[in-house]
C-alpha cells in the first residue's frame, strides 16, 4: 500500500522560511516523479514544484520560482520542498504526490498525500 505523509507545514510570518517533508513508502521511490500542489480556500489545486525521478530535473511554478526549492532523497524515500521569503499568498494545504507519467499536470499522479497546511501571516 503506497502512503505518502507530508509534515512540516505551520503558522509563520512573511519573508519566513519552512521546509516542508514527504515520506513516502509500499513504492519504488526513485522511479517516481514526485511533485507538490497546494490548494487554497476557494481555489483549485495548482502545481507549485516537481522532480523527476533519476535526473532529478526539477519544474517550478512562475509564482515559486526562485524563492521554493525542491530536493529528493532517493536513499531516505523523501521529497522535500523548501519555501523561502513565504508571502501571505503561499497560504495552502500542501501535497506531495507521485507520477509515473508527467510531472506538471495534476491528473498524471497516481499517489497523494493528505496535506499539510501551510499559513502565512503578513
Known amino acids: 500500500q503506497v502512503q505518502l505523509v507530508e509534515s512540516g507545514g505551520g503558522l509563520v510570518q512573511a519573508g519566513d522560511s519552512l521546509r516542508l517533508s514527504c515520506a513516502a513508502s509500499?513504492?519504488?521511490?526513485?522511479?517516481?516523479?514526485m511533485g507538490w500542489f497546494r490548494q487554497a480556500p476557494g481555489k483549485e489545486r495548482e502545481f507549485v514544484a516537481a522532480?523527476?525521478?533519476?535526473?532529478?530535473?526539477?519544474y517550478y511554478a512562475d509564482s515559486v520560482k526562485g524563492r521554493f526549492a525542491i530536493s529528493r532523497n532517493n536513499a531516505e524515500n523523501t521529497l522535500y520542498l523548501q519555501m523561502n521569503s513565504l508571502k501571505p499568498e503561499d497560504t495552502a494545504v500542501y501535497y506531495c504526490?507521485?507520477?509515473?507519467?508527467?510531472?506538471?499536470?495534476?491528473?498524471?499522479?497516481?499517489?497523494w498525500g493528505r496535506g499539510t497546511q501551510v499559513t502565512v501571516s503578513s
Open positions: 522532480i523527476t525521478g533519476l535526473n532529478r530535473s526539477q
Open positions: 509500499g513504492l519504488t521511490f526513485s522511479t517516481y516523479g
Open positions: 504526490a507521485a507520477t509515473k507519467r508527467g510531472v506538471s499536470r495534476a491528473a498524471d499522479y497516481d499517489y
